[in-house]
Nanobody
Framework: QVQLVESGGGAVQAENSLRLSCAAS????????MGWFRQAPGKEREFVAA????????YYADSVKGRFTISRDNFKSTVYLQMSSLKPEDTAVYYC??????????????????????WGQGTQVTVSS
């Protein structure tokens, strides 16, 4: 039982920045990893970034490398997505996701949305040119 709530979305012009937050509550002690996905109108939900809780390893989609940074606050059970140099193609609903820790299980690809157990409601990010 984990609840995720995203915040920080909004409308900005290209080249500006936004920071998204995802607050987790419930059984957060069992978190293996948290990630960000996004879905633009008419497109499939795609991977953006993820962070593994055990060793803080970070993963990014090629489209956001060098522009986005994922980070975490363990005390607050919160994950952030710092987005800079935003482009119109970044426009989407951004979703926070959490994967539960299960002992003895190794995860090969945190970019696979099907591996996550919980999802937030999403927050809209709109980037204008």
């Amino acid at each position: 039982q984990v609840q995720l709530v995203e915040s920080g979305g909004g409308a900005v012009q290209a080249e500006n920045s936004l920071r998204l937050s995802c607050a987790a509550s419930g059984r957060t002690h069992a978190t293996y990893a948290m990630g960000w996905f996004r879905q633009a109108p008419g497109k499939e939900r795609e991977f953006v970034a993820a962070i593994k809780w055990t060793d803080s390893t970070k993963y990014y989609a090629d489209s956001v490398k060098g522009r986005f940074t994922i980070s975490r606050d363990n005390f607050k059970s919160t994950v952030y997505l710092q987005m800079s140099s935003l482009k119109p193609e970044d426009t989407a609903v951004y979703y926070c996701a959490s994967k539960v820790l299960r002992f003895g299980i190794t995860v090969d690809n945190l970019g696979d949305k099907n591996l996550y157990d919980y999802w937030g409601q999403g927050t809209q990010v709109t980037v204008s040119s």
